[in-house]
């Protein structure tokens, strides 16, 4: 009976986890934009700035 108490429960709990996560896996965007055909050029980086990497 105790099985059976705990498959109830945790059938519950996955209802109640699917009925909060309708899209878990992204397939809709969240956003209605559009992305650019080409990507964006790399920016160069000043040679003086070191603000990403403090150990050099």
């Known amino acids: ?3 059976f108490g705990l498959m109830v ?4 709990f996955l209802a109640t986890i699917a009925a ?3 899209d878990p896996f992204s397939v809709k965007p969240e956003v209605n934009v559009t992305l650019p ?5 790399p920016v160069d ?3 003086g700035d070191t ?3 403090p150990d050099s």
């Open 1 to 3: 009976m105790k099985r």
């Open 9 to 12: 429960v945790g059938g519950m």
């Open 20 to 22: 909060c996560h309708t």
């Open 37 to 41: 055909d080409t990507p964006a050029e």
């Open 45 to 47: 980086e000043e040679p």
């Open 51 to 53: 603000s990403e990497n």
